[in-house]
Nanobody, 115 residues
Framework: VQLVESGGGLVQPGGSLRLSCAAS????????MRWYRQAPGKERELVAA????????NYADSVKGRFTISRDNAKNTVYLQMNSLKLEDTAEYYC?????????WGQGTQVTVSS
């Protein structure tokens, strides 16, 4: 089982990034997916979630209207489009797959928002 995040990097405030999380080793379409983030010295927090078929999404209040979670079950990939990035969005971003039977974490990708 693997969840491999990509797309992180350094971006200026107001900029955009698109994170991807490529899944393998399990039936991706059976799993709800989430993006979490963890800033230095802070607890890991839920950013966004999407149901297994993609019909339902949820967001943390801090990112509503700026971030969009989506998935492509044909490509076994979940995305996080991040717009209007703020300094406080700086964190390590992790994808997470869950079902009734199992849950998996990715290794994370760093997002740094700095001028």
């Amino acid at each position: 089982v693997q969840l491999v995040e990509s797309g992180g990097g350094l971006v200026q405030p107001g900029g955009s990034l698109r994170l991807s999380c490529a899944a393998s080793g399990f039936t991706f379409s059976n799993y709800a997916m989430r993006w979490y983030r963890q800033a230095p010295g802070k607890e890991r927090e839920l950013v966004a979630a999407i149901s297994s078929a993609g019909g339902s999404t949820n967001y943390a209040d801090s990112v509503k209207g700026r971030f969009t979670i989506s998935r492509d079950n044909a490509k076994n990939t979940v995305y996080l489009q991040m717009n209007s990035l703020k300094l406080e969005d700086t964190a390590e971003y992790y994808c997470y797959a869950s079902s009734l039977r199992a849950a998996y974490w990715g290794q994370g990708t760093q997002v740094t928002v700095s001028s």
